[in-house]
């Protein structure tokens, strides 16, 4: 007996539901598709649209107390990324910052910042093999300085404190346009 293709579809649909309801196969899904949308570059701010950063007074604190003041990354180029261990676009895009960060961790600073346990987030690195430094924050103006309103969110800044990209979202940062124009800053 042919099964109708309504109902056949009927089927797929409320499979892909069910599959969604259940929170373990929900994450899978959700990074699987958020792995498909990081396959893009960020975009470049066009020069109108760049805002400055004109605060770099604030302080973090690492996965091993030790404090950072974001001073420390003043008149360098920074790439700062607020993102979450539970966040499905977060855990997509990972990957292709380690491999951005291990090209160029001794050119730019890395500031990557969570607001999670510290135990949470040690966990999550180990198990994902990442090593570059989290942060937590230790004070609120750093979210707004940045005016980050989800996650992830990810921003390039250069050694002016003009912030070059502002992306909100899962991308590829190990991308041919982010290097080049890291690179591109790296000159200057």
Known sequence: MKIPKVTFKNI???????????????QFIQIQLH????????????????EQINNYNWNLVDLNDSVYNFRQAENKIVLVSFWATWCPP??????????LFETYSDKIEFVFVSNEKKETI?????KNGY????YTPLEAPIINQFKVSSIPHTFLIDQKGTI?????????WNSDTVKATIDKLLLL
């Open 35 to 50: 792995k498909g949308l990081a396959l893009f570059s960020p975009s470049i701010q066009a020069q109108s649209n760049q």
């Open 122 to 126: 040690k966990a999550f690195m180990t």
């Open 164 to 172: 070059v990209i502002d992306k909100n979202g899962a991308a590829n």
């Open 90 to 99: 977060c855990i997509a895009e990972l990957p292709s910052m380690q491999k």
């Open 131 to 134: 090593n570059f430094k989290v």
């Open 12 to 26: 797929v649909f409320g499979l892909i539901i069910v599959l969604l309801i259940i929170p373990a196969s929900r």
